[in-house]
Every structure is written in C-alpha cells, then in structure tokens.
C-alpha cells in the first residue's frame, strides 16, 4: 500500500491513520476487483493549483489513479461518489459488449422476399430484416444492394420495401428531449433496421477568393429539399457549429441552414439528422436502387417479415472489435446504443429491451467480479442526465479490462491524446501527448475523462477523473495537470508532497 507523504504538522495524524489503517488492513495485495477503504487523499499541488485557478470547486472533482500492475489506487479524491460520467459510460458499455459477445462478433441483415426471383423480378415485398447493426452505413448499403443485383439476381421488386423492426422493443422516443436539439445526429435514437445511422452528411466549403461558403451533400436523400443560405464570416473559427441556424418544415420536407461560417476553418462536416425510420429508409433506397438500374414502384413501410420469406442476402456487420473502435474513438451515441441492447439476453425471436440490456450489462460485470452498486445507466451511450457512477468504478473497471483477453481491443478503442478520436485536439503539447489513451465525456455540467496513461518511466496507470457542476467546463486544465503529474512519474514512482486545497 503506498502512503502519501504529508507536512510535518500532519505528522500526528498521518501515524494515527497508519495505525488505523494497518488495524483494519493489513499489508496485502487487493484481490481482483476489489478495492481498499477510499479514505480522503490530496490532490497533487499542480492539480489543486489548476482548479484554483479554474474556478471549480474540489467538491465538484473526483479523481483515481492506480498503476495497473499496482496493489492499491495511488491517488483517490471523492472517488466514491456516484456522478456523471457523460460519454464515459460507453466504457462500461464497451467493455462489456467485449466480455460477453467477444471482439470477432457481427451483427447479420437478412433480405427476404414473398417470393424467389423469377426472371429478374422479384413478385411480392422486399423485407430487410435489422438484427441492430450499427454500421450498416451508406457504403455498406449501397453493396448490399449491388449484391440483391449481382447475387440474387433482383433487378425489378414488384412490392414494398418492408422494415423490419422486431429485433428492438423500445420506449417511444423523443430527439428533442435531451437537450431540444433535435437535428443533431447525436440525438438519433437505436433503431433494429438501422442504416447510416440515420443521418445526412454535408461538407462546409469555403471559397476565400470568392468570398462565399458552398454546402456539399454528401448522401442522397430523395424528397428532402436543402436550401443552403450561409454567409461567409470575418474572424476565428472557433465553435463554428453554434454560428449555424438550421430548421426542418417535417410537413414540407424542407431543411434550411443558414446563418454564417468562418472562412479560416476550412472544410468542416455537419452531421444532421432531420429524418427517421421509414421516411430517411425511402429517401435513401430509391436513388441508391435506380443508380445500380434497379425498378421500384412500391412504398418503403415497416412491418414483420411472414414465415416463410424466401431467403435472399445475409449481410455481415464488421467485427464488434472494429465497431467498439469507432464507438469509442469518435463517441458514437448510436452506436453505443446498439451495443448496449446487444447485452440483453433474449430468447430467439424476442426482442431485445432496455430492461435486458441493463440486466444483461450487470451480469457480465458480476461475473468479472465488478459490483457498482451506485451504476445508473439509461441507454449505454451516456447522453443522459440521469446516469451515475463512482470514479472508483470506473478505476475498477479499468484495471479489470487491463487484464482481459480482450485488453488489446479495448484500449486501441480510446482516443489517443493529441493523435486521434475526440483528442486529436487535445493534450498535444504535453507529456501525456502520444502516451495517453482517454475516453472524453461532455455534456452540460458534466466532463470526464477514463482511460490509460503511460509514465516516463513506460509504467502503465489508470486514470479517471469526473467533474460536474456549473464550472466543469473549466476542468480541461486540472485534468492536463493531473495527466502531466501520471505522465511524468518516475519508474518507481513516489507520491508528490501535498498542499491542501483552498476552497
């Protein structure tokens, strides 16, 4: 057990801890899974220097650091204490997708028809039957139907063109509900017939000689009018997102985006999502169908596949090892969805829940040993106000995935600091840049950070730090100084004298 080294005057009281603490543990390694008491400690004087001086209070700050081939955590700070992890859960979710289904697992898309094709044509519907891929994207798409051509032979469908569903039983579901972004892809809700994600791609492109911003679509959407009116703005790029205004009339189909961009930012994606289900399915099937000189005449619905559909196509998703990896690296919401209702244990034939989901993720971390019982998780992908857990869970979850046999999925799934994901931007200047794999979560009031930080000595260390509150926003400085402190360690690393924090 490492014991942090304090001021002479805290001298009394550190040997009554010791004492106290050697009384109640004695010197031992912590048996998998398990943890010693979380007893206060103080934060490195970098760290406490940089939320002084970013305004957040240490009440709003939880921290755990343990090196993974340690006995005992070496830093604790409010790590009991259940918070909001923001996108941070899509470890948890991650990682038990890993454990329970296994990195080579693929999710199959089935398409079946009333009838064989006779002829080039296939008499009846066209059923496409979700098992909840997440990664049936536009590519993917467009060769699964170049394959209906080529392999089964279809060139005409005399009927529909039938969702179906059944995979998923969910909730009824509002985009607008989290936080009245309803447009923004990453309020899109899982869906077992999933495909693209639901989304439209348009590319920004500014012309600085000509002074103007032109708008690419990037996916066909049939029947949806974009009508792009953005001026070119003066200034720094800064959250060019923000300068945008974009409203969708449902009745007319009509997508407006407007407002100004910065011509210093170069070319920027804008992922939206005004259509769902069905509605972005037709819009999205007709032209990809016509350009591979394919005929279709019938509606795009959801409906059950009858018994009995004559067998067409099996598509296979990319391995959950490659999925988790784009999970991870870019936060996909959607996608961390699917994987959680992926840990419901169903019956054949019956559809997954968010009930089984929740209880599916549990048994897996009983199973590892791993109990969290303040773990609240609404759908897997952290959006969502009401998720909660302990920094020292997430510690503990770390460590257990270090040394899974699926340890090396896991942690190429994090962002890279200064390299890759949702740090290419972040911590490239510092010690930790190249050296650090951190999954980042942010959401009003809440940032957090979770992942492996390698030391200057090559030593390993889980770290995890949550902030929440007004202020959390401002957490970006503390946590490079924290990732400074882990990065820079020795190879037999001794604790940094202690100041206390100021309140």
């Not at 979710?93 to 398409?111: C, I, N, Q, R």
């Not at 257990?400 to 962002?415: D, G, I, N």
């Not at 926003?473 to 690393?493: D, I, M, R």
Request: overall charge positive.
């Amino acid at each position: 057990m490492r014991i942090f080294h304090r001021s002479p005057s805290a001298t009394g009281r550190l040997a009554l801890a010791l004492w106290l603490t050697l009384l109640c543990n004695p010197l031992h390694t912590y048996a998998a899974g398990q943890m010693p008491p979380d007893t206060a400690t103080v934060l490195p004087p970098e760290v406490t220097r940089a939320l002084n001086a970013a305004g957040l209070p240490p009440g709003q700050f939880a921290v755990a650091v343990q090196a993974v081939d340690a006995a005992a955590p070496r830093l604790l700070h409010n790590a009991a204490r259940p918070m909001n992890p923001a996108s941070v859960m899509k470890l948890v979710t991650t990682y038990a997708a890993l454990e329970k289904l296994g990195p080579a697992y693929t999710w199959k898309t089935e398409l079946r028809g009333d009838n064989a094709p006779r002829d080039g044509r296939l008499e009846g519907n066209l059923y496409l039957v979700g098992s909840g891929d997440p990664a049936l994207t536009l590519e993917r798409f467009w060769l699964l139907l170049r394959q209906l051509r080529d392999r089964a032979e279809v060139r005409q469908i005399g009927g529909d063109l039938v969702a179906d569903r059944r995979a998923y039983r969910l909730p009824p579901f509002d985009p607008a509900a989290f936080d009245n972004e309803p447009l923004r892809a990453y309020n899109v809700n899982a869906d077992a017939a999933l495909v693209n994600y639901t989304a439209l791609r348009f590319t920004l492109v500014p012309d600085l000689a000509a002074g103007s911003v032109r708008l690419v679509q990037e996916v066909p959407q049939e029947g949806l009018a974009v009508n792009a009116r953005i001026a070119p703005g003066a200034g720094e790029c800064g959250d060019w997102r923000e300068k945008l205004t974009v409203r969708f009339d449902p009745a007319g189909k009509r997508l407006d985006i407007g407002g100004t961009f910065p011509l210093v930012c170069g070319e920027k994606p804008l992922h939206l999502a005004p259509l769902a289900g069905d509605a972005y399915l037709a819009g999205l099937f007709r032209p990809l169908w016509r350009e591979l000189g394919g005929q279709f005449a019938g509606q795009v619905r959801e409906g059950p596949t009858p018994v009995g559909g004559v067998p067409l196509l099996r598509w296979e998703s990319p391995s959950l090892a490659e999925i988790v990896r784009d999970t991870n690296k870019y936060s996909s919401n959607v996608m961390a969805r699917h994987l959680f209702l992926a840990l419901a244990d169903t019956p054949a034939g019956e559809a997954a829940t968010l009930a089984g989901a929740r209880q599916g993720l549990r048994q897996v971390l009983a199973e590892k040993g791993l109990s969290f019982p303040e773990l609240a998780v609404e759908n897997g992908s952290g959006l969502s106000r009401d998720d909660r857990i302990a920094a020292r869970s997430l510690l503990q979850l770390l460590l257990a995935a270090w040394k899974s046999p699926v340890m090396p999925e896991f942690v190429a799934s994090l962002p890279l600091a200064g390299r890759d994901g949702t740090l290419k931007r972040r911590f490239g200047n510092g010690s930790s840049a190249g050296r650090a794999h951190l999954k980042t979560g942010s959401i009003e009031g809440v940032r957090a950070w979770a992942g492996y930080v390698t030391d200057a000595g090559g030593r390993r260390w889980a770290l995890v730090a949550l902030a929440g509150g007004p202020k959390a926003g401002a957490a970006w400085g503390p946590v490079e100084a924290l990732l400074e402190w882990v990065a820079t360690q020795s190879p037999t690393p001794q604790a940094a004298p202690s100041t206390p924090l100021s309140n």
